[in-house]
């Protein structure tokens, strides 16, 4: 069965972030790329529990997308019973851990 995918506030300004520092709206490349974290986001759709849960909270898990130095980490949380992913942050994987805080809409 599959899952919704809900993405919320927060990690939707991250995708404008992230789309407009990588000059998306310029560059075919960085569009593609772009449209490539998209569906890995919506992929979560399909086993959702494939990905490890986080370092900072067992609760979380996440998906890597891309390749070296370019790797992000879309954190989410999976509700079993409601058969829902929500989709919190979507973060640089070189930036420090994140807080409780981070996750705030």
Partial sequence: MA???KITTRAE??????Y???HADESDTARAWYLGLYRAA???ERDPLRCPTTPESKTL???????KPHVYRL????FEKKQ???ILHI???ARDSFHGEDLRA
């Avoid at 300004?13 to 992230?18: S, Y």
């Avoid at 898990?61 to 390749?67: D, E």
């Avoid at 954190?75 to 999976?78: A, E, G, K, L, S």
């Fill in 75 to 78: 954190i989410f949380r999976v």
């Fill in 20 to 22: 407009s520092a990588i």
């Fill in 42 to 44: 919506l992929s979560l």
């Fill in 61 to 67: 898990r996440h998906l890597l997308y891309g390749k």
């Fill in 84 to 86: 829902e992913i929500e």
């Fill in 3 to 5: 899952y919704a995918v």
């Fill in 91 to 93: 973060r640089h994987g």
């Fill in 13 to 18: 300004l991250d995708l404008e972030g992230i």
